[in-house]
């Protein structure tokens, strides 16, 4: 059954960075993208960027170019997702998705997602 | 920067059908997707491509496109089917993916 388990809930103060863990299950990590997006509660999903775990590269939407960061460790089929400079707006469920490799990252369907992260920012 | 807009809330009786649409003017150039996401709980795909179906989605989820606007229909809608229904799409250049505001279903 393939899944995606990420990390657990994280409580950082305003200025803090925050690292995300996404682990694949069911599959390998390489064989497709990884891509993350945030919901603030009553609110939308937000997307925020994709990695191709094979290769490392990335891309990000304008909003977080400066401050998001994500990695992988194949090894234990892991990606990570990292923002800094963290302020009360990013508080917010995280999630990671998977997404198809062989489509171009920012236009491809993600399926399935992970049961998202909680974090939370505040003094 | 681009945006998709969905209707904020559609309602229905059980067994009527429920039609979410999703407007932006890069849909004629590409896809888009649709997601159920119910309380709590993470988002589900439930059309992709525009018109399919990932397996073990019911059929009476179906998608359809024309120019500007992708339609979600749901036919003989179900009380379980009360969740909120995102699209997502790109921009023209393909550069970043984009999701609408979400429409909330309600099943009377």
């Known amino acids: 059954q393939v899944q995606l388990v990420q990390s657990g809930a994280e409580l950082k103060r305003p200025g803090a960075s925050v690292k995300v863990s996404c682990k694949a299950s069911?599959?390998?990590?390489?064989?497709?993208?990884i891509n993350w997006v945030r919901q603030a509660t009553g609110q939308g999903l937000e997307w925020m960027g994709w990695?191709?775990?094979?290769?490392?590269?990335?891309g990000f939407a304008q909003k977080f170019q400066a401050r998001l960061t994500l990695t992988r460790d194949t090894s234990i089929g892991t990606a990570y997702m990292e923002l800094s400079s963290l302020r009360s707006e990013d508080t917010a469920v995280y999630f990671c998705?998977?997404?198809?490799?062989?489509?171009?990252?920012?236009?491809?369907?993600?399926?399935?997602w992970g049961q998202g992260t909680q974090v939370t920012v505040s003094s | 920067s681009y945006e998709l807009t969905q209707p904020p809330s559609v309602s229905v009786s059980p067994g009527q059908t429920a039609r979410i649409t999703c407007s932006g003017d890069?849909?004629?150039?590409?896809?888009a997707y649709w997601y159920q996401q119910k309380p709590g709980q993470a988002p589900v795909l439930v059309i992709y491509?525009?018109?399919y179906s990932p397996s073990g989605i019911p059929e009476r989820f179906s998608g359809s496109s024309s120019g500007t606007t992708v339609t979600l229909t749901i036919s003989g809608v179900q009380a379980e089917d009360e969740a909120d229904y995102y699209c997502?799409?790109?921009?023209?250049?393909?550069?970043?993916?984009?999701f609408g505001g979400g429409t909330q279903l309600t099943v009377l």
């Open positions: 998705a998977r997404a198809p490799r062989e489509i171009p990252p920012a236009i491809s369907w993600f399926d399935p």
């Open positions: 997502q799409s790109s921009d023209s250049s393909g550069t970043y993916a984009v």
């Open positions: 990695m191709n775990p094979k290769s490392g590269d990335t």
């Open positions: 890069a849909l004629p150039k590409q896809h």
């Open positions: 069911g599959y390998t990590l390489t064989d497709y993208n």
């Open positions: 491509k525009d018109i």
